[in-house]
């Protein structure tokens, strides 16, 4: 049991380490390539940060672990919104000037709602994936088409500006691209080998080990890309960062996992985390949506209400390992 504990905390560092450096050599890349900062934004950042959930759910799936890969990719969304978003909020209220941010969680309500459906039988299937992968190049279609039309949109300052600081020689790049996407790999399969291991040792469903301790840790580079962008007063960045990583999970990291091997769904999946991911999806876009004349923002009374509300459902996780373990 030591091992997997050990394994689990080496395979998080390692996998957060090489997600960033992935990002920023597929930034840089792009960026010498000569792509506008608001599609590098929108693709590559908002993949990159979602990278770390798509090779975990990936490698669960293939090695006959579904709880765990749609654990991973649910919890890391729940995790985003309520305590990403919600520590920053709490340190810095965000305010919402950008329209990309405004169009953009609508569809992540969508997503949500979609996802919600296709729950409904139990099970996600090769047909299902089919649709969460088409609804995706769906996305990325759109998204190319906000990022070439959206020039002067408040986002793509605060993307030209993080790009501008991650700057580096075109053969860096292309090194720290390649070898961020090696790492990436190595460290999910030491996690997802650690997370399995221990939810077998305490006797618990991979998908609560999924929902908790692997969802946090790969929500990690999420985490630290908003505290900077919210230390540099880009609150468009932090709030954009979470979002498409929300929209990248749910029809990506989902669709490829169920794409490899169809994924049988415990009826809690739909009664219990997706109420709560839709729940906390509703909020934010309440939030951040602005209404009678009130800008949107995320106030630090908001941000603790999403706060209580991961720490309340968190709790009633650890509970339920608890009552499965006495």
């Given at each position: 049991m030591l091992m997997?504990?050990?394994?689990?905390?080496f395979g998080l560092v390692l996998l957060v380490w090489s997600a960033d450096k992935f990002v920023d050599g597929a930034s840089a890349t792009a960026t010498h390539a000569g792509m506008p900062p608001l599609l590098i934004g929108m693709l590559i950042i908002g993949f990159g940060t979602s990278a770390p959930e798509m090779?975990?759910?990936?490698?669960?799936?293939?090695q006959g672990n579904p709880g765990l890969a749609l654990g991973n990719a649910y919890g890391s969304n729940i995790t985003n919104i309520a305590l990403i978003i919600g520590l920053v909020a709490i340190i810095s209220p965000i305010s919402v000037h950008s329209q990309v941010v405004r169009k953009e969680l609508p569809i992540l309500l969508a997503i949500t709602f979609l996802a919600g459906f296709q729950l409904m039988d139990g099970m996600l299937s090769r047909n299902d994936a089919w649709v969460l992968l088409g609804a995706f190049l769906l996305l990325m279609g759109w998204s190319v088409f906000q990022g070439m039309k959206g020039r002067g949109d408040s986002?793509?300052?605060d993307y030209a500006a993080e790009l501008k600081d991650t700057a580096m020689p075109l053969k860096k790049a292309v090194i720290w691209l390649v070898v961020g996407l090696v790492l990436l790999i190595i460290s999910s399969r030491i996690l997802v080998w650690g997370a399995v291991y221990i939810a077998q040792g305490l006797g618990v469903s991979?998908?609560?080990i999924g929902l908790t301790v692997v969802a946090v840790g790969t929500s990690l580079p999420e985490l630290a890309s908003a505290l900077v962008a919210i230390r540099k007063n880009e609150h468009?960045?932090?709030l954009g960062n979470v979002i498409g990583s929300?929209?990248?999970?749910?029809?990506?990291?989902?669709?490829?996992?169920?794409?490899?091997?169809?994924l049988?769904?415990?009826?809690?999946?739909l009664y219990r985390d997706w109420v709560v991911m839709a729940a906390l999806t509703v909020a934010l876009l309440i939030m951040c949506i602005g209404w009678r004349g009130r800008q949107g923002q995320v106030t630090r009374v908001e941000g603790?209400?999403?706060m209580t509300a991961y720490v309340g459902y968190t709790g009633y996780l650890v509970y339920t390992i608890m009552g499965t373990t006495a």
């Open positions: 997997a504990i050990a394994a689990v905390i090779v975990v759910s990936v490698l669960a799936a293939s986002l793509e300052s991979d998908l609560i468009d960045l932090a929300g929209m990248f999970n749910t029809l990506a990291v989902v669709g490829l996992a169920a794409g490899i091997m169809p049988s769904v415990e009826p809690v999946v603790s209400l999403l």
